[in-house]
């Protein structure tokens, strides 16, 4: 179940998974975690299982209806167990967004197509490290 965390930033496990999401830089985790506590729009949820918080997603909705996929991740020996796909599928039944939007790097975007997002390189943003913008366009029902 997908459980609002934003309040709970300060705990070393919420931390630690925020950091899987972020390339391993204190001062980058730091500046995040900042991020979250004075950006209102800036969302943080947790899947919990057993008392614990295995998996985090952080976005912003956009007025458009678009969810910014800002930090995904799942603690790593919970991996490949279906987690990230699910905090993604319970976050198109909560937020119900028109589209989702993620920016990842190469050891991420395969988690992205197979979860049925598009997938678009951005060529090296940085020296030797190249991006992906990845899209999920949901669905309306008629």
């Not at 972020?22 to 985790?29: A, K, Y």
């Not at 599928?89 to 992205?112: G, H, M, W």
């Not at 390189?121 to 949901?138: Q, T």
Request: include cysteine; aromatic fraction near 8%; proline fraction near 5%.
């Amino acid at each position: 179940m997908l459980i609002p965390i934003k309040q709970r930033i300060s705990e070393d496990s919420i931390q630690e998974l925020l950091s899987y999401a972020i390339f391993p830089d204190p001062e980058r985790i730091e500046q995040e975690i900042v991020r979250y506590h004075s950006e209102a729009a800036l969302e943080l949820y947790g899947h919990e299982e057993d008392d614990e918080i295995i998996g985090i997603v952080g976005f912003i909705v956009h007025p458009n209806n678009k969810l910014e996929l800002r930090h995904i991740a799942v603690k790593p020996e919970e991996r490949s167990k279906g987690y990230g796909r699910g905090l993604i599928l319970q976050l198109l039944e909560a937020k119900q967004p028109a589209i989702i939007e993620a920016e990842t790097d190469e050891d991420s975007v395969d988690f992205y197509r197979n979860v049925g997002f598009s997938v678009i390189s951005l060529g090296e943003k940085f020296p030797g490290v190249e991006r992906f913008k990845c899209i999920f366009e949901v669905e309306l029902e008629e």
